[in-house]
């Protein structure tokens, strides 16, 4: 099968894309080009393929052998939510916040400063990609800390943390989660921090730092944040918007989620 | 007060009329999520069989939420026509039905009944309609509004023109101006999602927007979708505010959650009246809002999502808007999950909105995590256009890069209006003829580039 080369980018008379000065200002797709009134082939396949790799990003499950390959013997316990698969889990946010009855069974209390949580969320390739080194930068930031064996949690939502670190007795629980793919981004990880979290534990007690991925928030910085978050949260024995309001505007996280008018639930 | 109807020799018995509106309502991942979806199939038509039989004077004299408890309630209750009512007091929700689709059913004789209708009358009605009732029925009512041109006028599809940027970068956007004008798009607004929430940005933003609609006498509007608080005070501070927009609900509850209250949005519309900045109209409102707003918010009082979404069409009509749009699809799969359940959502929230006298358009979109692709949105925009949308959206390449959500392209609406035979609002449309954008004679946009039209220096 031969394979035909797309037409480039330019207009009909072959003239050169004038549109290139002003896709410098801009993401957005524009200066497409138009055959008749739709979108042109290249375009259109282009548009089709980063779809695909959002969905793909959204549906492929958590490779958990894999991740326990690479961490290669530190231990870690392994649990799931009470949705029972992906089509539950997304159709039902409530069931991802929640650990199944033998997964909460098996979790053990104990004496520990921080809890991490590798869960799929929305996006496993971003998990499978950034939680473990994330997990490893903040080992060696964390001298001296008490921190439970890693946990990586298939089908969860953010909130599965709390009940996660109430089982294991944690003071704190740090979630590492893969957000919604974009079609430009299908591999961003956010992190969330949580001070005494407990199963209905709101939001609004939770910092937040987003987009971390190979083009976003480099691991390294994103453990620095952390890491400074969390020696907050320890001394202030508490997180969320009473710790934002006191952190140094460096160390705030960049404007991670934006108040959008047209999510109502953002 | 219960409701009970027999089906194959079963009987099924429904609580009160928000459980037997549950009931009926199509299938969708939100109400399941509520816990007040039909339990079975047969269950569904049963309600939908019961439904059929209540009187319409029912709804008039029923609190699904009660009038003490919530000022949506009240506002419903306070506005509703008596008089519009009368020639429907005694009909039942089926013969409702069987009325719109009727040829008796005139545009007329539909302008004249909206007052007439309750919210929950219409969501009651569009349970028991198929989607070619909805659109059916919705293509004979037309609602026209004015500001700097003429919506919603027969065989005219508008466009919003969304040039959002991550960072609003003035350039960026501007960028994205340019390009959607060279498709004809920006006749119902030329309205930016703000990255950052603030006063200072929102002022920023709505300069850059003016100057360029004033440079090329663009006979349209402008606005930065902020809440309504920001846009209250860049009024104050002298700001170019064409349209006063906010996210609403149909719950009071649900709008505190979105920062609102009807007072505010009294004061809003007051204080963009008194700029009398419309040049053909005085509408200066834009509203947009969604299925599963209300429940997201734990706000939904045990209603099901269409029936809930169509009260916020009472709240919007209260304040005579130029524009309202669904947002149908951006909300997430736990709400409508694929597809075939924003298909119908976007169909039922422009039927009940027109019946209530409402400009509706669309946002026809969905998100990476939904069960839809392009093909479904598609579907809706040719649904929508034949059921006489007042307006869509439209992003460059159909992709949202400030949201992350996809939508419809400006390829998509010129497609669209060429196939239906559409053309934009009367004003924008002799202006892009003027500035030799669309060649009367083929009737098509041009295919030009920037630097071959005047809006070349639209960037700077």
Redesign the interface.
């Known amino acids: 099968m031969t394979k035909k080369p797309l037409p480039p980018s330019k ?2 008379d072959g ?1 050169p894309d ?2 290139q000065d ?2 410098s ?10 055959s008749g ?3 042109r082939t290249t ?1 259109v396949l282009t ?2 393929a ?2 695909a790799q ?2 793909d ?2 549906h492929t499950p958590l490779d958990v052998q894999a991740m326990l390959e690479e961490l290669n013997g530190i231990s870690c316990l392994c649990v799931r939510s009470r949705a029972a698969d992906r089509s539950t889990y ?5 069931l991802g916040r929640r650990l199944a009855s033998e997964s909460l069974a098996f979790l053990q209390k104990g004496e520990w400063d921080v809890v991490f949580v590798a869960a799929d969320g ?1 996006s496993s390739i971003a998990t499978q990609k950034g939680a473990i080194p994330l997990f490893r930068a903040m080992q060696a930031r964390l001298k001296g800390w008490r921190i439970a064996p890693l946990v990586i949690a298939t089908q969860g939502r953010v909130a599965l943390g709390d009940e996660i670190a109430s089982a294991l007795g944690a003071r704190m629980v740090v979630m590492m989660i893969g957000e ?5 981004v299908a591999d961003s990880m956010g992190v969330y921090l949580t001070y005494a979290p407990y199963v209905g534990c709101p939001d609004s007690a939770r910092n937040c730092l987003s987009n971390i991925h190979q083009h976003g928030l480099p691991t390294t910085v994103a453990a620095d944040k952390l890491a400074w978050l969390m020696q907050q949260a320890m001394q202030l024995k508490l997180t969320g918007v009473g710790l934002k309001d006191a952190a140094p505007d460096s160390t705030l996280p960049e ?1 991670p989620s ?8 953002a | 007060m219960g409701f009970q109807y027999s089906l194959g020799g079963e009987r099924y018995v429904f609580d009160d009329l928000k459980a037997l509106m549950a009931a009926a309502s199509p299938v969708r991942s939100g109400d399941e999520l509520a816990g007040l979806a039909a339990t079975s199939d047969a269950q569904r038509i049963a309600a939908r069989y019961a439904l059929a039989d209540v009187p319409l004077d029912l709804f008039v004299r029923t609190e699904l939420i009660p009038y003490e408890a919530d000022d949506v309630t009240r506002l419903i209750m306070d506005t509703h026509d008596r008089a519009a009512f009368v020639p429907f007091a005694s009909m039942t929700v089926g013969d409702l039905r069987d009325w719109l689709l009727s040829h008796e059913a005139t545009p007329v004789a539909l302008t004249a009944a909206a007052p007439g209708f309750t919210p929950e009358m219409a969501a009651a009605v569009s349970k028991i309609m198929r989607n070619q009732d909805l659109m059916s029925v919705a293509r004979k009512m037309r609602v026209v509004t004015r500001f700097r041109n003429t919506i919603g006028l027969e065989g005219c599809l508008a466009s919003r023109l969304q040039p959002n940027h991550p960072t609003d970068d003035l350039k960026g956007i501007a960028a994205s101006t340019l390009d959607g004008l060279l498709y004809g798009m920006g006749d119902a607004v030329i309205g930016i999602n703000p990255a950052t929430d603030s006063v200072a940005n929102g002022l920023a933003l709505l300069d850059m927007l003016d100057h360029a609609r004033r440079r090329y006498d663009i006979p349209t509007q402008t606005c930065v979708l902020t809440h309504v608080t920001n846009t209250l005070e860049i009024m104050n501070k002298g700001g170019a505010v064409d349209l006063v927009f906010q996210s609403i609900a149909g719950t009071q509850k649900a709008n505190e959650g979105f920062g609102v209250t009807l007072d505010i949005l009294k004061e809003a519309h007051e204080a963009a009246l008194s700029l009398k900045r419309g040049t053909v109209g005085d509408n200066v409102m834009y509203f947009e809002t969604g299925q599963g707003a209300a429940l997201s918010a734990e706000a939904h009082h045990g209603l099901d999502q269409q029936t809930v979404e169509a009260r916020a069409y009472a709240v919007a009509r209260a304040f005579r808007p130029l524009l309202v749009n669904t947002v149908v699809g951006f909300i997430g799969p736990e709400y409508l999950y694929d597809g075939k359940q924003i298909i119908r959502a976007g169909l039922e929230d422009h039927f009940c909105a027109k019946l209530l006298g409402v400009p509706m358009g669309c946002d026809a979109c969905y998100t990476n995590h939904a069960e839809a692709d392009q093909d479904d949105m598609d579907n809706l925009m040719v649904l929508l256009g034949a059921a006489g949308i007042t307006f869509l959206i439209g992003v460059p390449g159909a992709d949202d890069i400030m949201l992350n959500y996809q939508s419809l392209s400006f390829h998509d609406i010129l497609t669209l209006r060429s196939m239906l035979n559409l053309r934009p609002a009367p004003e924008f449309a002799g202006w892009l003829e003027q500035m030799g954008l669309f060649d009367a004679q083929s009737g098509r946009m041009r295919e030009l580039a920037p630097h071959q039209t005047r809006l070349a220096q639209l960037v700077g």
Do not use: C, M, Y
């Open positions: 207009n009909r003239a004038v549109w002003l896709r200002l801009t993401r957005a797709r524009i200066g497409l080009g138009r009134n739709a979108q375009d548009f089709q980063a779809h959002a969905r990003a959204v997304l159709r039902r946010p409530d929305l919604r793919p974009g079609l430009s404007n934006p108040l959008i008018e047209k999510d109502p639930h």
